[in-house]
């Protein structure tokens, strides 16, 4: 477990909890992110609990209902979303905007984002577009998180793979397209990834007029990039 600060008493009894009645061992992540509040992940040592600390510091009550969210199915989310829509609007935080690199070696974000988000909306959006980090991919990979959104920073990052000729600016293109989405449409109170996209969601991706075509194309050539890794 790693706690964090303050939070580290709160957090040693989430554990304590977990572990009375989950059926395999669960380890607590305290983080500080204030959109993704809790989100569960499953390996082979377990389950791994990742819990902002804007949960904890609701006390024990708390607990109780993020055990229950973690265990209990369907029947756990309702309580978690009271939780959430309960929550005091968190502080501003005064964070250094990153660092945005929007012009790769082959594509340039920042004029993809401004035609998608024309073509879409009618106008252009002040969200900042970066390319993510370099970071080696493993040879065992199948997937990548080709784009990201920060609602805090309002920025989209997107993976680096996909800086290279294979990759068709079209396909660039609906990838920003539906991180905008996220902008526009919000990211949803519902903790994980599965719950960031809601039927309407769903509905305004399927608009984009290249929406067949990506998805057939990150089925057919982006597993034959991902065994390539990243250029250059």
Same mark, same amino acid.
């Given at each position: 477990?790693?706690?964090?600060?303050?939070?580290?008493g709160?957090?040693?009894?989430?554990?304590? @909890?977990?572990?009375?009645? =989950?059926?395999?061992?669960?380890?607590?992540?305290?983080?500080r992110?204030?959109?993704?509040?809790?989100?569960?992940?499953?390996?082979?040592?377990?389950?791994?609990?990742?819990?902002?600390?804007?949960?904890?510091?609701?006390?024990?009550?708390?607990?109780?209902?993020?055990?229950?969210?973690?265990?209990?199915?369907? %029947?756990?989310?309702?309580?978690?979303? =009271?939780?959430?829509?309960?929550?005091?609007?968190?502080?501003?935080?005064?964070?250094?905007?990153?660092?945005?690199?929007?012009?790769?070696?082959t594509?340039?974000?920042?004029?993809?984002?401004?035609?998608? *988000?024309?073509? =879409?909306?009618?106008?252009a959006?002040?969200?900042?577009?970066?390319?993510?980090?370099?970071?080696?991919?493993?040879? *065992?990979?199948?997937?990548? @998180?080709?784009?990201?959104?920060?609602?805090?920073?309002?920025?989209?990052?997107?993976?680096?793979?996909?800086?290279?000729?294979?990759?068709?600016?079209?396909?660039v %293109?609906?990838?920003?397209?539906?991180?905008?989405?996220?902008?526009?449409?919000?990211?949803?109170?519902?903790?994980g990834?599965r719950?960031?996209?809601?039927p309407?969601f769903?509905?305004a991706?399927?608009?984009?007029?290249?929406?067949?075509? =990506?998805?057939?194309?990150?089925?057919?050539?982006?597993?034959?990039?991902?065994?390539?890794?990243?250029?250059?």
């Open positions: 477990m790693r706690p964090a600060g303050t939070s580290m709160l957090a040693v009894e989430l554990e304590r @909890r977990l572990a009375v009645r =989950a059926p395999e061992p669960a380890r607590v992540v305290v983080t992110n204030r959109v993704r509040l809790v989100s569960v992940r499953r390996d082979r040592s377990g389950l791994e609990v990742r819990v902002s600390q804007r949960i904890l510091e609701q006390g024990l009550d708390a607990l109780d209902v993020v055990v229950g969210f973690v265990l209990d199915g369907p %029947g756990g989310r309702a309580p978690m979303r =009271a939780l959430i829509n309960g929550l005091p609007a968190p502080e501003s935080a005064h964070r250094r905007q990153p660092r945005l690199r929007p012009r790769g070696r594509h340039d974000l920042q004029a993809l984002l401004q035609e998608e *988000s024309t073509r =879409a909306f009618g106008e959006t002040t969200v900042g577009v970066t390319w993510g980090l370099r970071r080696r991919m493993r040879r *065992s990979q199948r997937s990548i @998180r080709l784009g990201s959104y920060t609602a805090e920073q309002q920025t989209i990052r997107i993976h680096p793979l996909l800086d290279q000729p294979a990759v068709p600016a079209w396909f %293109g609906f990838v920003l397209y539906h991180e905008l989405l996220h902008h526009r449409l919000g990211m949803g109170v519902e903790p990834a719950y960031r996209h809601p309407a769903r509905r991706e399927r608009l984009h007029p290249r929406f067949e075509d =990506a998805q057939d194309w990150e089925k057919s050539v982006l597993p034959r990039l991902m065994r390539r890794g990243l250029p250059w």
